[in-house]
């Protein structure tokens, strides 16, 4: 979200619910989300883009697995956002009150996403997974019987543990080395951009071809599907031998859930902290404008809701084109530290064209940088983050960093539209090159430990 829920277009957009999609426009987007999606299995691709640690067994279909849970999930997420103002609308429901809808979703993936870090170290990868998978299901079964407002409200509580790109991510980290983590965790969000694109069109062509409720019973299909093939795909332990006794031995103080000590705990390992504030607060000021984008896009530059889709597609495919070529290959020739001030010193760059930007053009070159930046900076931080804490706990962490976007998505709202109404949409752009000039300073004079843990 999620890293991954903050992109441009998703948001509240009033126009977007008079405007009935072009079916022969949408088709015409399926078509090239197709030849995306068709590509050679995960076993005819060279072990370099998905480096596995040699000693395990099975990794390769593992991989595939993984690969095709979270691509499918994603599809389906992204399918679901885009019908949701539809549905609302159509039960009676108006701004306001899609506003509290989308509120609640985010304040349970923030609540649910350390819960699910911490029941994957405690269960294992493949158990998380089957529960986000289950949790889906339930999700969209709830969907598909919304009738009234009601259960439209209780829809969203599945919502609290479905995590797949955490559950994804606990599987790469468990079967790659930590030298190759990063590249890892890059070529899986390569999933990120088909989501986009293929649940967007999708959403739109089966909504609008077969009714509103159809994309529901889809996603309900799927995510059953989904679940079977994170049942009989994914082994039981994804970790090495080598590292099972430090689960074991696990340095938790509690076997509980959901502790504020255990999360002190973890923020005081060497590193942990410091690159924890820079991952929250570098991405802090783009992800309001994320935020807002849909009342953006529509008054500032002027754009409908079918054009809003073309350039959501625009980003999915930049998406793909980063986290696939490009994240990888910067990782094996430079060191984390130099590619997080990296990433930190292109979104102040990226501040200062957002406060001088004009135009929808402006904003299309600008999305070159700013789709870099945000992949490189989740990508590199989530990888340093696991690699400082011991084994143990790396679902844990990557819970906790899974809450980062919820909790944009939880304030983001309020303060986005503060800033918008009262200062206008440069505003965005000098929050973001002066937070962003802040941290690549404080990252330049500091020396932060990047040592490993996963020893102990």
């Keep these: 979200m999620p890293q991954c829920l903050n992109q441009p277009g998703l948001g509240w957009n009033p126009r977007a619910l008079t405007t009935t999609p072009d079916p022969s426009q949408q088709t015409a987007v399926c078509v090239s989300?197709?030849?995306?999606?068709?590509?050679?299995?995960?076993?005819?691709?060279?072990?370099?883009?998905?480096?596995?640690?040699?000693?395990?067994?099975?990794s390769v279909s593992t991989m595939n697995a993984k690969t095709s849970t979270r691509a499918l999930d994603l599809t389906f997420l992204f399918m679901q956002m885009g019908v949701m103002p539809y549905l609302a609308k159509s039960l009676g429901l108006d701004s306001v009150g899609f506003g509290y809808l989308q509120t609640i979703f985010?304040?349970?993936?923030?609540?649910?996403?350390?819960?699910?870090?911490?029941f994957a170290d405690q269960f294992g990868a493949r158990?998380?997974?089957?529960?986000?998978?289950?949790?889906?299901?339930?999700?969209?079964?709830?969907?598909?019987?919304?009738?009234?407002?009601?259960?439209?409200?209780?829809s969203r509580l599945p919502g609290v543990f479905m995590h797949g790109i955490p559950g994804a991510q606990k599987v790469i980290t468990d079967m790659t080395t930590p030298?190759?983590?990063?590249?890892?965790?890059?070529?899986?969000?390569?999933?990120?951009g088909v989501g986009i694109i293929a649940g967007s069109a999708l959403g739109g062509v089966l909504s609008t071809k077969f009714g509103i409720y159809v994309p529901t019973y889809v996603g309900l299909v799927g995510s059953f599907i989904n679940t079977?093939?994170?049942?009989?795909?994914?082994?039981?332990?994804?970790?090495?031998?080598?590292?099972?006794?430090?689960?074991?031995?696990?340095?938790?103080?509690t076997g509980s859930l959901f502790s504020i000590r255990e999360i002190l705990r973890l923020m005081k390992f060497p590193g942990v902290m410091e690159?924890?504030?820079?991952?929250?607060?570098?991405?802090?000021?783009?992800?309001?404008?994320?935020?807002?984008?849909?009342?953006?896009?529509?008054?500032?530059?002027?754009?409908?809701?079918?054009?809003?889709?073309?350039?959501?597609?625009?980003?999915?495919?930049?998406?793909?084109?980063?986290q696939g070529l490009v994240v990888g290959r910067l990782s094996s020739h430079c060191t984390e530290m130099t590619l997080l001030r990296l990433s930190v010193f292109v979104f102040a760059g990226v501040g200062l064209g957002?406060?001088?930007?004009?135009?929808?053009?402006?904003?299309?070159?600008?999305?070159?940088?700013?789709?870099?930046?945000?992949?490189?900076?989740?990508?590199?931080?989530?990888?340093?983050?696991?690699?400082?804490?011991?084994?143990?706990?790396?679902?844990?962490?990557?819970?906790?960093?899974?809450?980062?976007?919820?909790?944009?998505?939880?304030?983001?709202p309020t303060i986005g539209g503060i800033l918008y109404k009262q200062?206008?949409?440069?505003?965005?752009?000098?929050?973001?090159?002066?937070?962003?000039?802040?941290?690549?300073?404080?990252l330049l004079k500091s020396k932060i430990p990047l040592g490993e843990m996963k020893r102990q």
């Design 106 to 118: 985010g304040v349970l993936q923030l609540v649910g996403g350390y819960i699910f870090g911490r």
């Design 228 to 253: 079977l093939i994170a049942m009989v795909c994914i082994p039981s332990q994804t970790k090495p031998e080598s590292d099972h006794h430090v689960t074991e031995h696990s340095t938790s103080q």
């Design 354 to 412: 957002m406060a001088l930007m004009r135009t929808v053009w402006h904003y299309c070159i600008i999305a070159v940088p700013l789709v870099f930046a945000f992949s490189m900076l989740a990508t590199i931080t989530d990888s340093i983050l696991t690699k400082a804490v011991p084994s143990s706990d790396t679902g844990a962490m990557l819970g906790i960093c899974a809450s980062v976007q919820p909790l944009t998505r939880t304030v983001g």
């Design 127 to 154: 158990a998380a997974l089957i529960l986000s998978c289950v949790s889906g299901s339930v999700f969209f079964l709830l969907m598909s019987l919304s009738t009234s407002i009601p259960i439209l409200f209780l």
């Design 275 to 322: 690159v924890f504030i820079v991952k929250v607060f570098a991405g802090l000021p783009i992800g309001l404008f994320m935020i807002m984008f849909s009342i953006i896009s529509m008054d500032f530059f002027g754009l409908e809701a079918v054009e809003s889709g073309y350039l959501m597609s625009y980003f999915g495919i930049l998406q793909m084109v980063v």
């Design 179 to 192: 030298s190759q983590r990063a590249g890892a965790l890059g070529k899986l969000g390569f999933c990120f």
């Design 33 to 58: 989300v197709l030849m995306c999606l068709c590509q050679p299995s995960w076993s005819q691709v060279p072990s370099c883009l998905f480096p596995v640690r040699p000693a395990t067994s099975n």
């Design 423 to 442: 200062f206008g949409i440069s505003s965005f752009g000098y929050l973001q090159l002066m937070v962003n000039l802040g941290l690549f300073v404080y």
